[in-house]
């Protein structure tokens, strides 16, 4: 992770930062492995959450350290992949720390459930998520198992933002 997701100046000691390896079920039906970097604070409500959602046989396309796409949110989102701790700031907000450099969010299948401002669909390859009807894997639901489980933990979800909704995305602060 040094040089790449952390970096001098991360708002988070490395040593405050914690690797999660989870399993989840995948969109072909199998168990995978998967890894998460999170704050050391946020790590045993993590695991909570993960395990509530390997329960719910809630499927996860991937779940690789950012750190496999160059530490590149985009890369990252356009891969469908579920991840947390990456050392940046929130997009279009220089100098305003994302809650991922806390290590205090994460976002799943960000494909299946894509950033949405008007019509600006981030990543594109979400577009067809856009609208949340017909649920389909890999989606969450507004009042559904998954928000439900983050709730538990103390998680808010960014598709009760007003305005842009991040579908992907949860944090300890619902920012």
């Known amino acids: 992770m040094t040089g790449n997701s952390w970096h001098r100046g991360c708002p988070v000691p490395l040593s405050r930062l914690r690797l999660l390896k989870v399993r989840h079920w995948g969109f072909d039906g199998q168990v995978h492995r998967g890894r998460l970097v999170v704050h050391a604070d946020a790590s045993r409500q993590m695991l909570t959450v ?20 160059g530490s590149d949110d985009h890369r990252s989102m356009n891969a469908d992949n579920t991840s947390a701790f990456n050392c940046r700031e929130v997009a279009g907000r220089p100098g305003v720390w994302s809650q991922h450099a806390f290590g205090r969010a994460i976002d799943v299948n960000p494909v299946e459930n894509p950033y949405v401002s008007g019509s600006h669909v981030s990543p594109a390859k979400g577009r067809r998520f856009a609208d949340r009807r017909p649920r389909r894997k890999g989606m969450i639901a507004g009042k559904g198992a998954v928000v439900r489980t983050f709730a538990r933990a103390g998680w808010e979800w960014g598709g009760n933002w007003t305005g842009a909704r991040d579908y992907q995305h949860f944090s300890t602060t619902g920012t």
């Open 50 to 69: 993960m395990r509530r959602l390997f329960r719910l046989h809630f499927a996860i396309r991937r779940m690789r350290l950012v750190d496999a796409y």
